[in-house]
């Protein structure tokens, strides 16, 4: 009987009214079932978020930031209509409760206005979508990932493997730099700085080389080397690579240093320090010259005298038509193309493979093969200062042989849009194509047998020399 009683007294206590609004009366039973009911509501509106975010969008092959901004909006939407139905459910007369929310809405809204902002502020990222779940951006010092936006912050995870949470408003008004709004493509700048007396087209040829050593950097655009201008201390170059992989800038940024430092090392070129003024009064004892300084003396200029005969500038100019060439007019064209190299037997293309590069042999040597019917035949052979690639890159027909190296072999590539650029710098260069292929009489009537098929000769041109059309079309492709 008293356990009775006590549970009676227990009900009267949830059950009695506390204070009335409107025509609800409100009870100790109807607020705990309130709460219960809006902590069901919140665990199905992230139950729906989850299953939107990694199922749902997921299958339909919506990229992740997409899914991020659906499955927020959509959850949310539901949030809201899902709160309605319970304030409904409760007995609560809405219209009642606008008045009494607008009542509060104004003081509430002065106490709250950041929270405010940043709920504008992530509605609005959501729905404009500058920023998306997945993109590389940096905000001031902080580079990162965003990992999440919701309707009051974001997260970022940094290189550093850090999760930064950032207000909404933050990301709304300050300036970020979106690295991967488009693509992850993007410049990296690589200063340098080289002792005054350095030699300014070496030091070109060896930032140049020095980029394409790296498997990071894009052949296109290609890298460039600017010079910025003399500092105090040294000449101030500046390396301009593009990569595809922007996020990992401060990798490539170490590779290439230390690439550019062996590299600059390698040809004698210094990088200089501040320089101070130091005044003896007995300079006289320092000038006997020791034997062990003597020797250090020959050894450099022997790794000197080595080292700059493999570099690309001397190569070209072992080529008659690029021997009279000023330096500033080499840089340029060391600018078109980069440094390729082949081990001995080893295979550049096979027969049939599309041309995309006109090749200077610069050492070694490169043999055509034909090849039908498992037999091959060597056709003729291409050693230092000769070139090919030239008609398949023009004409976009295959190529008629097997380009192979008969021994370690270095080429000079130009890809088919540096190539046009090198005939309109050049133009002798491209009388100097045709009367080469002339020497090629096998090869050329491949390649006029298979320009006929494609209707590449015209009829008024049937029965001429094949020279003397290639002539004319090497004028009409590159305007020279």
Known sequence: MEFNRFLGEIFQLFTAPLFQMGEEQISLIWVLRLIISFIVLAFLTTLVKRFLKYRLLGKLGID?????????????????????????????????????????????????QDVTKNL???????????????????????????DEISIRSAVIHTLDGNEVIIPNSLLVES????????????????????????????????????????????????????????????????????VNTI????????????????NLRAADIQIPFPQRDLWLKNPEILNLPSKKDSQKEDIKQINKSLSQSFFLRDLLR???????????HLRSLIELGCRKHLEESEILCRQGDPGNAFYIVLSGTIEAIYEQEKIEKQLF???????FGELPLMLGVPYPTTMRSQSDTILFAIDSKSFGQLLKSYPGLSEEIVQELAKR??????????MKELNLIPDSEEGKSPVVWLRKQIKKLFGI
């Not at 997409?66 to 007369?93: M, P």
């Not at 500058?130 to 993109?135: F, I, M, N």
């Open 64 to 112: 992740p930031g997409n899914r991020e901004a659906l499955s927020t909006l959509i959850s949310y939407s539901f949030g809201a209509l899902g709160c309605v139905i319970v304030i409904q459910l409760s007995g609560f007369d809405l219209a009642t409760f606008a008045v009494i929310a607008g009542g509060l809405g104004v003081g509430i809204g002065f106490g709250l």
């Open 120 to 146: 504008v502020s992530g509605i609005t990222l959501l729905i404009e979508r500058k920023l998306r779940v997945g993109d590389f951006i940096q905000l001031d010092t902080i580079s990162g990932y965003i």
């Open 175 to 242: 300036r970020i730099i979106n690295k991967s709004y488009t693509n992850l493509k993007g410049l990296i700048r690589m200063p340098v700085g080289v002792a005054y007396g350095s030699d300014p087209i070496l030091v070109t040829e060896v930032l140049l080389n020095s980029a394409y050593m790296d498997n990071n950097i894009l052949y296109q655009p290609p890298p460039k080397v600017v010079f910025i201008g003399f500092g105090d201390n040294a000449l101030n170059f500046e390396l301009f690579v593009w």
């Open 247 to 262: 996020d990992k800038e401060l990798l490539i940024k170490s590779s290439l240093n230390f690439i550019i430092e062996y």
């Open 318 to 328: 072992q080529i008659s038509y690029f021997s009279a060439l000023s330096d500033i």
């Open 381 to 387: 052979t291409f050693e230092a200062g000769q070139f």
């Open 441 to 450: 009489q096998e090869v050329l009537q491949e390649f006029e047998k298979q």
